[in-house]
């Protein structure tokens, strides 16, 4: 970590040289300043629905958990080739412009040092972050293989996903209690997805399923049905995690990262959102709990209204709905990253026709670019002390049943509803 | 206001930049050219250490007088990046090359006997 660099040219006070950031950085100094912020968060409960592992660190790890054997040779085969490229991976490392090309480290690669034995890298990776923010329990979502929906192969997500989700039981979980998975689900193979849910729901630590959106497949589909009642019967939530593809026919008319990635993060979701609420799949499956992450907040207010305005003309179309789909959309939860606040009037008006005092869930994305603090929802204007609270991570205590601690159950007293200034 | 000497100005090159921490003050000294120029590490986005990030140059777009584009390059504007999300702000002027409302918190420097002079607020 940084430390001084030596004696002041003056006597007093000590002048500190602080280093400069690269990707060898330790954590806890690259986010030294956060740290500053959260040490004035001490009694609040913050739970951060979606950080990041970087799988493909612990590749032959993670490959040497596929079931069948011919394609755990082929992922082995490729740790001999130049590079040790992550083998059946689909992500395309050389379009992977998330770091602008080194300007911010440690999305370049967290290549800090860690000592210590007892421990997995991983884990102590995760705890400076989650410890320099002041975050109580952490959801670990996977990186690239946010893109292997888009995989040609179906057979591959499944055994990619389930070699994953391993890991996370056997490696991660296990070694440290606040990191908490949502497990990945094989969703081109729906058949897997139930077996997966069968397979994990009762692991310590696992706290819901995920489907990663970026990919073309109906979320309404009839072969879909079992795989839903079984995640009802399991009580656990269902995220939809988005991501991004380049090579979507859509996205390769956008020539900038920014433009495909400021789109495609929301276009997934939106798409999948639409066929989840026009086909009646909350009115099928009423307890069944589902989170839409990583796409931020602005898309929802076009969602509701522009839903909404269809829908009462063309309500022959969704006749499983009996409310607005606004309405539905008022009982989905939402994780918060990254959070839009250039015009604070529109994030007002969004959290508020979301109900986010009672359905948004923080998210760092820590350590992905665009990752948020939990400053970034302690310091909105709008928000009630409460609604705060309660996005911070009161209402992930509530979906997951996480147990609060007494000096963090604050109950700040306020006008109702919380939102309300 | 009062003023420490953080270190001679012949230890910083160029285009080379240190950042240092007076108390709980925290500042970024680049030198550029003849000039050196101080701002606080602290990032108007989200309070990122800013001036520990690296040094690039601008970015412009090469557009032709028919307003056809040829891409992108560097500029000769420098740059420092903040490593936590990556806003960009102009050394010369501390303001963000895509909103100069957005800005660095100059610190004033000076130069004297060799040595490199900050105000801290007292
Ligand atoms: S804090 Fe500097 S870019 Fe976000």
Partial sequence: MTGSRGDSPTSAPAVRELEKITIRSDTRDVLAHAAKSARKLTDYFIVDIDAHVTETAFWSDITDRIDNDY????????????????????????????????????????????SGEGTHRQVELTRRAMDSMGIDYTVAFPTPMLLLGMHPQAEVEVALGRAFNRWLVEELLPREPRIKAMMYLPFNDPDSCVEVVEEFADEPGVIGFTVVSTRYRPVHHNSYMRLYAALQAAGKPLAFHSGFHW??????????????????????????????????????????????????????????????????????????????????????YFTSQPLETSNLKLAQATMEAIKADTQLLFASDWPHWDFDLPTTITNLPFLTEQAKRNILGLNAARLFGFEVPRHKLAQVPGPEPALAK | MPEIMVGAASELADGEHRIVAVGELEVGIFRLGDRFVAYENRCPHHGGPVCQGKLFNGVEEIIMPDQTSRGLRFSKERHVVCPWHGYEFNLDTGRHPGDARVRLRPIPVRVADGGIYIETRG
């Fill in chain 1, 71 to 114: 394609l755990r040779q082929a992922a082995k085969s490729f740790r001999e080739r130049g590079g040790s490229p992550p083998g059946l991976l689909n992500a395309q490392p050389g379009m992977s412009f998330q770091d602008m090309f080194g300007r911010i480290p440690h999305q370049q690669q967290q290549a800090e040092a860690v």
């Fill in chain 1, 247 to 332: 090579g979507d026919e859509s996205m390769k008319q956008v020539n900038r990262f920014i433009s495909m990635h400021a789109i495609s993060f929301c276009y997934f979701n939106m798409i999948h959102l639409t066929n989840w609420i026009i086909n009646g799949i909350p009115e099928r499956f009423p307890k069944l709990k589902v989170i839409w992450v990583e796409s931020g907040l602005a898309w929802l207010s076009f969602m509701m209204q522009r839903l909404d305005s269809e829908y009462m003309m063309r309500t022959s179309e969704a006749p499983m709905l009996r409310r607005r789909p606004s309405e539905y959309i008022q009982d989905m």
